[in-house]
Each structure stands twice: as structure tokens, then as C-alpha cells.
């Protein structure tokens, strides 16, 4: 028997790992497996959950249409398999590739726990279109500066890159079941079937993408793909987006920045809890846990801030303007430690990916890869008047805006700006 292993591939289509077991094998079994590793830190309404069984379900039944199944587990991976390996003969296990700290890990335990037993553990790239060491400087280091690895990414690039795999011509290649198992459900699992919030199109449509650039930022309008999170889990493909991202050159460049987040959390592991420039550490940050809580239930008393901070509470998603507004806040006027919104991040977005969420938390801090100055410090009431003008999303979001329930500001800009600065600078100078 050969196993493919689906983790945030979450389709049978365009499948880079799926494609390169059906094709060089015969009777290949499909597993997934609700990582209790992962899992056992989640609230049993956690949205992001549902949405994977909702997915996972789909794609059973596409395997069962063609007299296969996916097999569920439900446990820890290297428990799974130390199973697997006793009940079946396995030859093989293929899977797609991934670069966060906890995958590799997991990835190493299993791979050392075949390899005792002979069975090759097969890796694909499929959730990004250059991976690794594919995009490195000259002397073989890999850049720290997104500019120069843009440059590079797309002198690499060729049509090849870009192009499907025919997974489904492969079918005839999956392990015929007689007995087709049921679905393990969210309640076994310890979780609610509840469905919350709505859960995004995967499908783009052209007229977004080409007037991208025009409508990116302003937060009131759908002018964003809004696909984040059927990238995070692979229920489309990254193949596929780009090749329609090429029509708008701002979007593609959105999808280069993805490869390079990932790129970096491969080769900088540590940055997922450290700070990327090391001397960033050393900031005494305040963390006011009053501050924090005022943030977080989007009572600020800055309107920008606290339409952002209801609508990810609302729906798990913030639009991305606005997620670099809040994050500078929370870093810059209240001096809370951006691990501290990008842990409430994790538990909130829908779209939540590690690599691209510490990317851009520490870009807003000023300690991560190629981030903004530290003295750069937005002014919330100017990105008001730039981005929401009409104030239509504060108004959409923040109900009792314009009223005297709404709260004064828990801290004043101008102040709040010359400490975040006066405070970085003495921190980073530090010997």
C-alpha cells in the first residue's frame, strides 16, 4: 500500500503530492488527520475547524464517487502512524511539504519513525510556487529584503511554475474500498457543528483582481480576493491564482510576499517567537492588560482601530489595510508586545497562517524582516481620513461611533507617538 497524506492540501485537483503518488503508483490510500497536537489548544466553537470538516467531507465524497475513500484519524500524527504501520504494508507515504516550525517537527518524527520500518516519506512542493533554497542571494544566503527576492522570484519564474497538475486523470490509480467509513464527526472530536460566521468564495472573480490596485485599501469596499484562508488550507490552488494574478501586477506581488514569508519562517525558525533583528528584544514593552483588553474588544476610543478590532471578533477576518493599523497601535501607542496580538490573532482569524501573521506583526513592530522604521508610527485619525473618509466601515462596525457611549481615547496620539519612539530608540541603540 502507498498513503498519500492530505494536511493543508484540502483538494483532489492541481495537487502536487496527490498528482506524484497516483502517478508513480498503484493503490494509493488517501488519510487525513485532525491533529490533536493542534487541536487540544482550540475552542470547541472554533470556526476554522468546521470549515476543515466541511472540506474534508467534500473531498471524501469525491473519493468515494470514484469507489475509494479518505481514511480520518483523529490523534496525534506519529500515534496514527505507529498504528498504520502495524495493520498495513505500507511501502510509501507522500505528502506535500510544509515550512512552520511545528510541521517540520512533526514531519522529522515521522519520517525518522519510517524510515526504521524502510517506508520513504515523499515530500511535495504545492502551497507555494518557489520553496525553501529556490529563491536565494548570489552567495547562497537567503534575503531578508523582500525587494531584491521580488526581482529574483519572477526572473526564476516560467510557465512551468505556473501549471496544473492533472490529479484526476490519475484516479484509476487510488486504492479501491468496498467499505467506505464514516465520517468521524465534530462532536467526537469535542467540538460544535455551529457554523458562526460565513465563510468566503474561493472563486476570484477577474473584476476584483484588475482593480486591485485602485481598491486594495480602502477597508468599506470588497476590493480584496478574500481567499486567505482556501490558501491557508489548500482548497485551491496557488497554481491557479497566480496564473489569474498575472493581470494585475500589485495582486501577484501580494502572492510573492506569501512565498517569502514562507521562505523565511523556513530558514528563521525562531522568529516565530523571537524578534527577527534580535535587538528588538530588548524594548521594555508596558503591556497594560487593560490597554490589551480595550484593544481587543475594539474600545479604544480610535475609531479605525475599533471597526478593525470588531470585524475580525465578528467574522475572523480583517481587512488588511486595517490589520497593519491595529498592529501598529497595539506596538507603537500602547507598547504591547507584538506576540501578545499576534497570539489573539491565531485565536480569532479564519485566514490565520504563522508564517505570513509573525511577518506582518513584526513588520508593524519594527523588529521583523524588512519592516517599516521604528519611528514610522501610523496616525490612526490620518488613515481614517486616507482610507475610510466617508467613514462608512467605522459605521458599519462600530455602532455607537458619533454617540456618547462611545469612549474617549484610552491613550493621546501625539504622546503615545513620542514615547513608542523615544522608548525603540533608547532600546535598539542599546550595546
Known amino acids: 500500500m502507498v498513503i498519500f497524506w492530505h494536511r493543508r492540501d484540502l483538494r483532489t485537483f492541481d495537487n ?4 506524484k503518488a497516483l502517478k508513480n503508483e498503484r493503490e494509493v490510500q488517501p488519510i487525513f488527520i485532525f491533529d490533536t497536537n493542534i487541536l487540544e489548544e482550540l475552542p470547541e466553537n472554533d470556526q476554522r475547524v468546521l470549515f476543515i470538516h466541511k472540506e474534508i467531507e467534500s473531498i471524501k465524497n469525491e473519493y468515494q464517487e470514484n469507489g475509494s475513500d479518505l481514511k480520518v484519524y483523529h490523534g496525534k500524527p506519529i500515534e496514527i502512524f505507529k498504528e498504520l504501520i502495524s495493520k498495513y504494508d505500507i ?21 525518522d ?4 520500518k524502510s517506508i520513504d516519506f515523499i515530500g511535495a512542493k ?38 496544473s497538475y492533472p490529479t484526476r486523470e490519475y484516479f484509476d490509480s487510488l486504492m479501491k474500498v468496498k467499505d467506505q467509513q464514516q465520517l468521524i464527526s465534530l462532536k467526537e472530536m469535542g467540538f460544535k457543528a455551529e457554523q458562526l460566521i460565513d465563510f468566503p468564495d474561493r ?26 484562508v482556501h490558501l491557508r488550507f489548500g482548497t485551491i490552488s496557488i497554481r491557479e491564482l497566480a496564473r489569474q494574478a498575472q493581470k494585475n501586477e500589485k495582486y501577484f ?30 524594548i521594555p514593552w508596558s503591556n497594560n492588560e487593560d490597554h490589551f483588553e480595550a484593544w481587543c474588544k475594539g474600545k479604544t476610543g480610535y475609531p479605525i482601530v475599533d471597526a478593525g478590532m470588531r470585524e475580525l471578533n465578528q467574522t475572523g477576518f480583517m481587512h488588511n489595510r486595517v490589520r497593519m493599523i491595529v498592529a501598529s497601535f497595539l506596538t507603537k501607542h500602547l507598547l504591547i508586545d507584538w506576540r501578545w496580538g499576534e497570539g ?79 522608548t525603540y530608540k533608547e532600546a535598539v541603540n542599546q550595546d
Open 16 to 19: 502536487a503530492g496527490l498528482y
Open 126 to 163: 504545492d502551497h507555494v510556487i518557489f520553496e525553501k533554497n529556490e529563491v536565494l542571494k548570489d552567495d547562497g544566503d537567503p534575503y531578508r529584503v523582500y525587494t531584491p527576492y521580488m526581482k529574483t522570484w519572477k526572473d526564476k519564474l516560467n510557465p512551468f511554475h505556473l501549471k
Open 203 to 228: 472563486e476570484v472573480d477577474n473584476k476584483t483582481i484588475e482593480e486591485y490596485h485602485d481598491k486594495r485599501d480602502i477597508p468599506s469596499v470588497r476590493g480584496t480576493s478574500r481567499v486567505s
Open 344 to 422: 489573539y490573532f491565531a485565536e480569532k482569524l479564519l485566514d490565520y497562517e504563522l508564517a505570513s501573521n509573525v511577518g506582518g506583526w513584526q513588520w508593524a513592530a519594527s523588529s521583523g524582516v524588512d519592516a517599516q522604521p521604528y519611528f514610522r508610527v501610523f496616525n490612526p485619525e490620518s488613515q481614517k481620513k486616507k482610507f475610510d473618509k466617508d467613514e462608512k466601515y467605522i459605521k458599519q462596525w462600530v455602532e455607537e461611533y458619533g454617540t456618547e457611549q462611545y469612549p474617549d481615547p484610552i491613550v493621546n496620539h501625539k504622546e503615545a507617538r513620542e514615547k513608542a519612539i523615544s
Open 91 to 111: 511501502q510509501k507515504v507522500y505528502t506535500n511539504r510544509d515550512y512552520e516550525p511545528y510541521a517540520k517537527e512533526r514531519d522529522k518524527n515521522i519520517n
Open 113 to 116: 519513525l519510517l524510515s526504521e
Open 253 to 282: 506581488n501580494e502572492l510573492i510576499w506569501r512565498d517569502f514569508y514562507q521562505m523565511i519562517i523556513y530558514h528563521f525558525p525562531k522568529s516565530a517567537t523571537d524578534a527577527f533583528k534580535e535587538k528588538y528584544d530588548n
